[in-house]
C-alpha cells in the first residue's frame, strides 16, 4: 500500500514541479528586465521611458515577492497540518518544503544582486 501513497505523492509532485518551473520563467522574466534596464542606451533620449520600466520593475518585484510569501505559507500550512495527522501525504509536504527553499534562496539571490548594483552605482563618479 505504501506505492499507492508514493503514486498520489508523484501526482502532488507534478503540480509542485510545474509551479517551480513557472517560478523558474518569472526569474528569467525579471532577470530580463534588469538586463533592459541595465542598458538602457536605446531609451535614454525619451524622458517618459525611465519612469514605465521603474514601474514595471516594482510590480514585477512586489509581484514575485507576494509570490514568495504565498509558497512559504503553504510550505508552512502543509508543514502543521502533517504534524497535526491532517496530511498524510509527506511527499508533497516535503516538496512544498524544498519549493519554499528554492524560491527563499532565489529572491536572496535576487536581493545580493541588486544590493550590489545599488552599490556600484553609489561609487560611480558623477
Do not use: C, H, W
Request: aromatic share 4%.
Amino acid at each position: 500500500m505504501s506505492g499507492i501513497g508514493g503514486i498520489s505523492g508523484a501526482g502532488g509532485g507534478a503540480g509542485g514541479l510545474q509551479q517551480i518551473m513557472a517560478l523558474r520563467q518569472q526569474i528569467i522574466d525579471r532577470s530580463q528586465l534588469l538586463q533592459q534596464v541595465r542598458t538602457p542606451a536605446a531609451g535614454a533620449a525619451e524622458p517618459a521611458a525611465p519612469e514605465a520600466p521603474a514601474n514595471g520593475f516594482t510590480s514585477a518585484l512586489k509581484s514575485a515577492l507576494d509570490n514568495v510569501n504565498a509558497v512559504q505559507e503553504n510550505a508552512s500550512k502543509l508543514s502543521e497540518s502533517y504534524d497535526k495527522g491532517e496530511v498524510t501525504d509527506i511527499a508533497k509536504v516535503m516538496l512544498a518544503r524544498q519549493e519554499s527553499g528554492v524560491a527563499f534562496e532565489a529572491t536572496l539571490q535576487v536581493r545580493n544582486k541588486l544590493l550590489t548594483a545599488y552599490q556600484d552605482i553609489m561609487r560611480m563618479g558623477v
